[in-house]
């Protein structure tokens, strides 16, 4: 089943750091949201996260329709270029998002 999903925003940038310490700086939550400007009002789920190269996760404010956001980090000669792609996908996945923190906290 095709997602319907429009693209809202898709930057890219590069980075004079290696994609570890990119990937450090997006999955620590303090330092997330000295790159995003905090917002107290905004909801943010993490979907996938496959280190140091890819990190997926949604975002909304109340009860407005959730954002999926794409970061794609990739190693140049001068660090690290990150891709982001903002969409505003038709369905949020509960129960994928559900299933996998289940994964996440299972005993090893």
């Known amino acids: 089943m095709a ?3 429009r693209e809202l925003v898709r930057r890219e940038v590069e980075i004079e750091a290696a994609p ?6 997006l999955v620590d939550e303090e330092r997330r949201e000295a790159w995003l400007e905090p917002d107290p009002e905004r ?3 993490i979907e996938t996260a496959a280190a140091p190269e890819w990190l997926v996760w949604w975002w909304w404010h109340g009860d407005e329709p959730p954002h999926r956001v794409e970061v794609v980090l990739l190693p140049v000669p001068c660090g690290t270029r990150v891709i982001v792609t903002e969409s505003a ?3 949020f996945p509960l129960a994928r998002m559900a299933g996998a923190f289940a994964l996440a906290l299972a005993p090893a």
């Open 20 to 25: 570890e310490q990119v990937w450090d700086a």
């Open 3 to 5: 997602v319907d999903e």
């Open 43 to 45: 909801e943010l789920r």
């Open 89 to 91: 996908p038709a369905v």
